[in-house]
Structures are given as C-alpha cells and as structure tokens.
C-alpha cells in the first residue's frame, strides 16, 4: 500500500493549498485535506455552507512540488484520474487546485 507523505510535507500542502484558495476564492472557508494510502483527499469548505465540497484527489509521486491529478466527478461521486489544462497528469498543487476550483467554485475572484 502506498505511503502518506511524512507529516511536515502534509502541514505545507494544507498551508499552500489555503494560502492559494483564499487568494482566488473568497466564498472558501478553508481547504480542507485528507490523507489515505498516498493520496491528499481536497475539499473547500465554504462560507455559507456546511458540507465541504469534494474538488480534487492528488496523488503523492515523492516530491512536495508535484502531485498526480484525478477530478472529483460529482455525477458519478467518483474520483478520475485526469489531465490539467497544460496537458499534463501531474502539477504544481496550486495548479491542480486551479483546475478543479474553476470546475466546482465558479472560477477564481
């Protein structure tokens, strides 16, 4: 079974992936991320709601600056591994959060 990555690296995917999400949407709450089996779970908990809203699941390749990409589908409530606008399986998680905010938050402020 894959490896969660080490603890530091999970507190630094949270803060960037909060930093980035309240730089581009202001309605986000917070971004909220759930570790299992080598995979960051990504939801974003808005402001005027209480369920969080499933976006994204990334997959840890080994490295803090680039995680595979897989879309939250909401019609099927399923994860899909996908490729990101630059053509891409795999991104920066800014660029992976990107995709899938413009998808299910009605695109950045």
Known sequence: MPKNP??????HLRNRLNAHAGAHWPQVQSVEVRFRAGFA????????????VPLC????TGALHTWGFA?????????????LPSGLPAS???????????????GPA
Do not use: H, W
Request: proline letters at 6%; one cysteine or more.
């Open 71 to 83: 879309l939250y589908r909401a019609s099927t409530g399923r994860y899909e591994d996908n490729f």
């Open 57 to 60: 699941r990334l997959r840890f």
């Open 41 to 52: 779970y990504v939801a974003a908990q808005l402001k005027d709601s209480g369920e969080p």
């Open 6 to 11: 080490p603890e530091s690296m999970q507190r």
């Open 92 to 106: 920066s998680p800014e660029d992976c959060l990107t995709c899938a905010g413009l998808l299910y938050l009605d």
